[in-house]
């Protein structure tokens, strides 16, 4: 698999900084007469915008005037719009950064009328070293009524064999990490579609023979998000809870405004005392100015979680302490498919004492980016800054280490075990009994 193919995999994971809130109009992609005039202009916008606003001026070494020319050779035997955006997602690959991506306009702004028409099988994913595997299915989903579980290893999806898969996209020069959440939206992005259509899947639980299995793609039930100028609605999934014990469970899907509402309510009802797990297992990002938002709850001293370059320039992510902000311990939860805003977080707190970080490597996809249409109607994100951690480092192509490796096993899945979340508890219990007084950071 070329890098192009394994960047187009994660165009939909959309994580940003802010939002190109201009649209301008569209024009007529679909007339022949007309497309050729799109198609250049089209081009032309991807190819500047990079060339204006990528952070590093020698774009690490690619000549871009080069790779201009060998694309825009091309163009005119793109005979329409998916082919456009092929050649344009492989112009972009050879930057060999995350956060450029070229993708429908349908598929990202998903107004109100749309969303009925958009299906889904209902389960969350993991991998595992090359397998990606079932972690979750949602009770009454589609994957629920095709007798999937828990543990169960994706073979095959369609036409194309997983395993040949993960060898192609092991050969792309990726981290393990960015490899494994390259893998799983690869088969995550084939368990969506129209409403009606039929995934035909390979599966096979552990220790057990492949069997087949057909999923028919059903609505997306649940709440959405609005979309903000180019930024798509997102459907928006939450847990939070503080248990008997004293120790609360938070966990969103994706970095959206709407969440706040959810989030600052929830940490101002933990006692003195508790402690608090923030599960950012499978979250690919979303806005960024929500992590210093959120860690504000969290601190009694302004800090900062980072800074981001610019091409001219630097933002630093500050975070202002917030009254009645909530001072025990937190364990933070990552894994390959934490990413972007999910991987500034976890650093930020990390770096400044105020958390320990559970589980695998992240994404290592951490650039700061912008949305803006195209002249085809399409949808392009590209990245306009770096970021550092506030001790420097950068997470781009890196990831974020936890300070406790822990992971789980199919057989963990099937028996409904969370080895990960378990750690986590273990340590705040241990916490929790140190009192305010014993613990360092910004508490």
């Known amino acids: 698999m070329r890098f192009s193919e394994v960047a187009a995999v994660w165009r939909m994971r959309v994580m940003v900084v802010g939002v190109a809130l201009a649209f301008g109009p569209v024009r007529g992609a679909d007339a022949a007469g007309d497309w050729a005039a799109v198609r250049a202009e089209t081009f032309a916008t991807v190819w500047q915008t990079v060339n204006d606003s990528y952070v590093d001026p020698a774009f690490g070494g690619v000549n871009w005037k080069a790779v201009k020319g060998k694309y825009e050779a091309q163009l005119e035997q793109v005979p329409g719009k998916a082919e456009l955006r092929t050649l344009l997602q492989a112009m972009l690959a050879e930057l060999q950064k995350t956060h450029f991506?070229?993708?429908?306009?349908?598929?990202?702004?998903?107004?109100?009328?749309?969303?009925?028409?958009?299906?889904?099988?209902?389960?969350?994913?993991?991998?595992?070293?090359?397998?990606?595997?079932?972690?979750?299915?949602?009770?009454?989903?589609p994957a629920a009524a095709a007798g999937l579980k828990p543990g169960d290893a994706?073979?095959?999806?369609?036409?194309?064999?997983?395993?040949?898969?993960?060898?192609?996209?092991?050969?792309?020069?990726?981290?393990?990490?960015?490899?494994?959440?390259?893998?799983?939206?690869?088969?995550?992005?084939?368990?969506?579609?129209?409403?009606?259509?039929?995934?035909?899947?390979?599966?096979?639980?552990?220790?057990?023979?492949?069997?087949?299995?057909?999923?028919?793609?059903?609505?997306?039930?649940?709440?959405?998000?609005?979309?903000?100028?180019?930024?798509?609605?997102?459907?928006?999934?939450?847990?939070?809870?503080?248990?008997a014990d004293g120790i609360g469970y938070l966990k969103f899907n994706i970095f959206v405004s709407p969440f706040m509402r959810t989030i600052r309510p929830f940490l101002l009802k933990l006692k003195p005392g508790d402690g608090l797990v923030i599960d950012l297992r499978g979250n690919p990002g979303g806005v960024t100015a929500m992590a210093p938002g959120i860690c504000g709850w969290l601190v009694k001293e302004e800090?900062?979680?980072?800074?981001?370059?610019?091409?001219?320039?630097?933002?630093?992510?500050?975070?202002?302490?917030?009254?009645?902000?909530?001072?025990?311990?937190?364990?933070?939860?990552?894994?390959?498919g934490s990413a972007s805003t999910s991987e500034i977080l976890a650093a930020g707190l990390q770096e400044a004492g105020r958390a320990r970080v559970f589980g695998g490597m992240s994404a290592g996809a951490a650039l700061p980016s912008l949305l803006k249409t195209l002249p085809s109607g399409d949808v392009f994100q590209y990245a306009v800054a770096d970021l550092?951690?506030?001790?420097?480092?950068?997470?781009?192509?890196?990831?974020?280490?936890?300070?406790?490796?822990?992971?789980?096993?199919?057989e963990d899945l099937v028996a409904g075990r969370d080895p990960v979340l378990a750690a986590a508890r273990a340590w705040l219990e241990v916490e929790r009994k140190k009192g305010p007084a014993a613990r360092a950071g910004k508490s």
């Open 154 to 243: 994706v073979r095959q999806i369609g036409d194309r064999v997983v395993e040949e898969v993960a060898a192609s996209v092991a050969q792309s020069g990726l981290t393990p990490a960015a490899q494994a959440a390259h893998l799983a939206n690869f088969v995550a992005s084939r368990l969506r579609g129209p409403v009606g259509a039929t995934v035909p899947l390979v599966v096979a639980a552990p220790a057990a023979e492949d069997r087949p299995v057909n999923v028919a793609l059903a609505a997306v039930k649940g709440v959405w998000s609005e979309p903000v100028g180019n930024f798509p609605a997102q459907l928006i999934e939450s847990v939070a809870e503080r248990g």
């Open 101 to 141: 991506a070229i993708f429908p306009r349908e598929t990202a702004v998903a107004p109100t009328g749309e969303r009925a028409s958009n299906g889904a099988a209902g389960v969350e994913l993991t991998v595992m070293g090359r397998e990606v595997v079932i972690a979750r299915v949602k009770t009454g989903s």
């Open 303 to 336: 800090f900062s979680l980072g800074k981001t370059r610019l091409r001219k320039g630097f933002m630093n992510l500050v975070v202002t302490p917030q009254a009645g902000a909530f001072l025990g311990p937190v364990a933070v939860l990552i894994d390959s």
């Open 388 to 410: 550092q951690t506030p001790r420097g480092r950068h997470l781009e192509g890196v990831g974020v280490t936890p300070d406790e490796r822990v992971a789980a096993t199919r």
